[in-house]
């Protein structure tokens, strides 16, 4: 009898076949203390990526792999996870929607060292734009000064289209607008895109295509890989610092933290499912979005509850301004907080519960 390969490669096995070696998520999170303060750039980081062939996938062909990725990818530094997702959406998007000479242009872009990211919320003025003209701006922009080429909305509603822009000129950058308290690293801010000269940027696709399902709001599952794999990189770390306090072995630790983790490991099956689903074209689109809802919700309430229990747990030391479990539930505390979370709620309990035989949705 033969038995089927393991989804996810035992973690002694990721240097011989894993998306994130175990020494690149070791150099990652070695670096996440300094990218923070500002002492080095979080393009280096990004640079070990680029060594080990993970921005070149957009994880269409193996969505169980990419959420893997990301998962590791967030346990060791959430911040270059937000622009690793950021850049495997870009990607996805110009191969859908991208003509064929539009998709070999960015293949070469990314050879030679360009990096995407998707950009789409508005500044104080929606980005508009038609033929060769752009104007308005976009606020929480990542990776200012890393990201050189950006997929942004244009013309919001249910026309909106995207453009991919050169996003170089430092002149059109503000991280200064960037007033939170976590997620630092990822050089956030805004970007004028008033004026843009021609040949700075190429629509892509037709207007209406990027909120076609399930490739819109049935990709969020990415996010909820991103969310539970810093869900248990701070448990991980809490419990090294406990360890080297002697204080792991008390059973209210043990209690309190492995309670939060059994939830983060449930969090990681539904979030592969909602990823391996991209790739059954027998299920309704609504159902994939059902589940990759579900999936971005539940990671971020086990977040939620892992900050908490990890702040009783480590107690006055984990808000140290160095403290590390301190840093990471900065970052995840602020990425937790996506749009829209009661919409997607409704939308999802709407096609759970709306008709009779739906509440097995992709599990039937």
């Not at 610092?241 to 630790?253: H, P, T, V, Y």
Request: aromatic share 6%; net charge negative; with cysteine.
């Amino acid at each position: 009898m033969t038995h089927p390969q393991p989804l996810f490669p035992p973690l002694a096995a990721l240097d011989d076949g894993g998306p994130v070696p175990r020494d690149l998520s070791e150099a990652l999170a070695k670096a996440a203390a300094g990218e923070e303060r500002g002492d080095r750039p979080i393009a280096g980081s990004i640079d070990l990526l680029r060594a080990a062939d993970l921005l070149e996938d957009d994880g269409a062909s193996d969505p169980a792999r990419t959420a893997r990725a990301l998962m590791q990818v967030g346990a060791a530094n959430l911040a270059v996870g937000r622009l690793y997702e950021g850049h495997i959406n870009a990607l996805h998007l110009i191969r859908l929607y991208g003509t064929e000479a539009q998709q070999q242009a960015v293949a070469r872009r990314i050879s030679n060292d360009a990096v995407l990211g998707v950009w789409g919320a508005d500044g104080g003025t929606p980005v508009q734009g038609a033929g060769t003209q752009l104007s308005g701006s976009k606020c929480f922009a990542s990776g200012l000064g890393t990201v050189t080429h950006a997929l942004i909305t244009v013309n919001s509603g249910p026309q909106v289209h995207l453009a991919l822009v050169d996003v170089t000129d430092p002149g059109r950058a503000d991280a200064a607008t960037w007033a939170m308290r976590g997620m630092k690293a990822t050089a956030s801010g805004s970007y004028d895109f008033t004026d843009m000269p021609a040949g700075s940027f190429d629509w892509i696709g037709a207007p209406g295509d990027y909120t076609t399902e399930p490739h819109f709001v049935g990709g969020v599952w990415r996010i909820a890989a991103l969310q539970v794999g810093a869900v248990i990189g701070l448990i991980d770390r809490a419990a090294a610092d406990l360890r080297a306090l002697d204080r792991m072995q008390a059973e209210a630790q043990k209690a309190r933290l492995m309670s939060v983790l059994m939830r983060a490991w449930a969090g990681v099956t539904l979030t592969d499912r909602a990823a391996q689903a991209t790739l059954d074209r027998h299920l309704p689109a609504e159902d994939i979005v059902a589940t990759s809802i579900t999936a971005r919700l539940i990671t971020e309430e086990v977040g939620l509850d892992a900050i908490r229990a990890v702040e009783q747990s480590i107690g006055l030391r984990h808000f140290e301004t160095r403290s590390e479990t301190g840093r990471i539930a900065r970052d995840l505390s602020v990425y937790l907080r996506q749009a829209a979370r009661d919409a997607f709620l409704q939308r999802a309990a709407e096609r759970a519960l709306g008709a009779s035989g739906k509440a097995w949705g992709v599990f039937a």
